[in-house]
């Protein structure tokens, strides 16, 4: 029996990051679906907004509630992000960590590197796409933003893009299809990498 049949494999963890409307939710979600891996669900102060379900998108608390749980210090990390509170609790996360399942998270730019902080080992991928209109044409045929949403989330793209250069991977989201085959490839490599060491 070769060295490598005996190792077991430890639980990964992915973040994955990129402008509003780049895709993340929608690789997330198949990820999840294809490598039976968590897909943490974040709290949020933001408004449900139509077509989400409180504990399957967010967790929809209120600004008294989500500051109660950063005095718990329940939040593996939290930011503010477009006006709004987001936080990853984390409980559920270091749970699925220790029974052996992988865990992705859906973090802004901050929390990403937060993350990355206390857990360099850590994968970090940044989803992006060919340009910031099309950002928007996604973001108005998703239909679930007003106006002013779509403005703030194209706006803070840019804020978004200039921190791409402190991800470990960037895939370009043009075609989903692709898009979600190289983030496969993407942990495919890491699982034989994490095997190997
Ligand atoms: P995010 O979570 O980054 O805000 P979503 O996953 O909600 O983004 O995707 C935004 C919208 O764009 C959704 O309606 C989704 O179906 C669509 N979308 C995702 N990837 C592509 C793609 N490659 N081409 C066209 N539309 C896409
Ligand atoms: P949206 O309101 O469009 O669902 O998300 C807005 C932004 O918040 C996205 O960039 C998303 O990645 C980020 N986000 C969602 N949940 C969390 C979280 O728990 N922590 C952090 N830091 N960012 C989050």
């Not at 509630?65 to 987001?86: G, L, Q, S």
């Not at 703030?152 to 804020?159: L, S």
């Not at 496969?184 to 990498?193: G, L, V």
Request: with cysteine; net charge negative.
């Amino acid at each position: 029996m070769s060295l490598e049949s005996l190792s077991v494999s430890q639980p990964s963890l992915f973040v994955v990051s990129g402008p509003s409307g780049s895709g993340k939710t929608t690789i997330c979600r198949r990820i999840a679906d294809q490598f039976n891996w968590y897909y943490s669900v974040s709290h949020t102060t933001r408004p449900i907004r139509p077509g989400e379900h409180n504990g399957r998108d967010y967790f929809f608390v209120n600004e008294a509630e989500f500051k109660d749980m950063v005095a718990e210090d329940a939040f593996f990390e939290w930011a503010r992000v477009y006006d709004n509170f987001y936080g990853t609790a984390k409980e559920p996360v270091m749970d699925h960590l220790q029974k052996g399942q992988s865990v992705i998270l859906d973090l802004d730019t901050q929390g990403a590197a937060l993350v990355k902080k206390l857990k360099p080992e850590a994968v970090l991928v940044f989803i992006n796409t060919p340009s910031v209109d099309e950002l928007e044409t996604r973001l108005k045929s998703r239909g679930q933003n007003s106006e002013d949403e779509i403005k703030k989330r194209v706006q803070g793209a840019q804020n978004e893009l200039s921190h791409i250069d402190e991800y470990d991977h960037v895939i370009l989201n043009d075609d989903l299809d692709s898009a979600i085959a190289k983030l496969q490839d993407i942990i495919n490599e890491h699982r034989q990498q994490s095997k190997t060491q």
